[in-house]
């Protein structure tokens, strides 16, 4: 069974950064699909970034794009999330998901794909 297990959130003030870092216990990392879903209240889970297997390919949404960076380090099984400027509008719970991609290429940036989920961490930035 396969197991995500996210970190690195916290409480934040406006401008500043946070790195968060999702990892698994799968053996075989390289072949999944990653991505960062986030969750605000009373708000359905939105996608944030998504990463292919063979890491070539990337997307965000729009809202993200040019302030948060994700990566991926196959040797240690995880997935970051580097977030630079964050504003009170990033604060959310951050999911992340993973997907056995048969495609090294594509980023899916849509949550049915994901068949694994890890537990979220909450990131709140104070205006």
């Known amino acids: 069974q396969v197991q995500l297990v996210e970190s690195g959130g916290g409480l934040v003030q406006a401008g500043e950064d946070l790195r968060l870092s999702c990892t698994t216990s799968?053996?075989?990392?390289?072949?999944?699909?990653m991505g960062w879903f986030r969750q605000a209240p009373g708000k359905e889970r939105e996608f944030v970034a998504a990463?292919?297997?063979?890491?070539?390919?990337?997307r965000y949404v729009d809202s993200v794009k040019g302030r948060f960076t994700i990566s991926r380090d196959n040797a240690k099984n995880t997935v970051y999330l580097q977030m630079n400027s964050l504003k009170p509008e990033d604060t959310a719970v951050y999911y992340c998901?993973?997907?056995?991609?048969?495609?090294?290429?594509?980023?899916?940036?849509?949550?049915?794909?994901?068949?694994?989920w890890g537990q979220g961490t909450q990131v709140t930035v104070s205006s």
């Open positions: 799968a053996r075989t990392f390289s072949s999944y699909a």
């Open positions: 998901g993973a997907k056995i991609a048969s495609n090294s290429g594509t980023a899916y940036t849509e949550s049915r794909p994901y068949d694994k």
């Open positions: 990463i292919s297997k063979g890491g070539t390919t990337t």
